[in-house]
């Protein structure tokens, strides 16, 4: 895993700690443009295609607390450069809600704006601080399964090529499991019962 893998990570686990809000993809797509320049625009929620909604509700599925948030915010970032070579255009989707009692969570879903085809998910739900552990073959089947549900067969390009275990100074704990295609990684983040926390696509070029 690269540095800027390895930080994004650290973020990630302490956004999901503390219910902070989701940090957005623009330095990401700053990042991944290279000789043209890349848009971000806003969008009226009521303006997502279908592709865009059955995506949301795909995600909905293995990250049910979603269900009960409010979009915030839709941007769009076009011409974002892929490791193959590719421009896209991103949408963005962030999701605000705040259950009786406590802090605001967030979730992001990031898709292809043109197919639908999901980029990453990730909510800040907290972690549960249980003694469950899932060991890693257990933690690789059920990351597959997630990835199964969100890309149907094509999810068979993926192998394994890293598991990591995190254990947080109040009990919490979370299990990443690192896949690899050959031109992308995906990493999906669970609890330590398996719930999916994130996964998202290491798909773009950084300058």
């Known amino acids: ?123 800040a739900n907290g972690l549960l601080k249980s003694e469950a552990k899932l060991n890693e073959e257990e933690a690789t089947k059920k990351g597959f399964e997630y990835l199964k549900h969100f890309f149907g067969e094509k999810a068979d390009i993926y192998e394994v090529s890293d598991v990591r275990n995190y254990v947080f100074g109040d009990g919490a704990k979370q299990i990443l499991v690192i896949y690899t295609a050959p031109d992308h990684d995906i990493y999906v983040t669970m609890d330590s019962e398996g719930e999916l926390k994130a996964a998202k696509k290491d798909m773009y070029i950084e300058e």
């Open 1 to 123: 895993m690269s540095k800027r893998n390895a930080l994004a990570f650290t973020l990630m686990a302490a956004l999901l700690l503390s219910n902070s809000a989701v940090l957005t993809t623009e330095a990401a797509a700053k990042a991944s443009s290279t000789e043209e320049e890349v848009i971000s625009k806003k969008l009226p929620a009521e303006d997502l295609d279908d592709n865009a909604k059955a995506t949301l509700e795909l995600v909905k599925e293995v990250m049910p607390d979603m269900k009960k948030y409010d979009i915030i915010h839709v941007r769009v970032y076009e011409n974002l450069k892929t490791r193959n070579g590719d421009r896209i255009d991103q949408l963005e989707v962030e999701l605000m809600g705040t259950p009786e009692g406590e802090k605001p969570h967030h979730a992001l879903v990031r898709m292809n704006a043109k197919t639908g085809e999901l980029i990453g998910a990730e909510i």
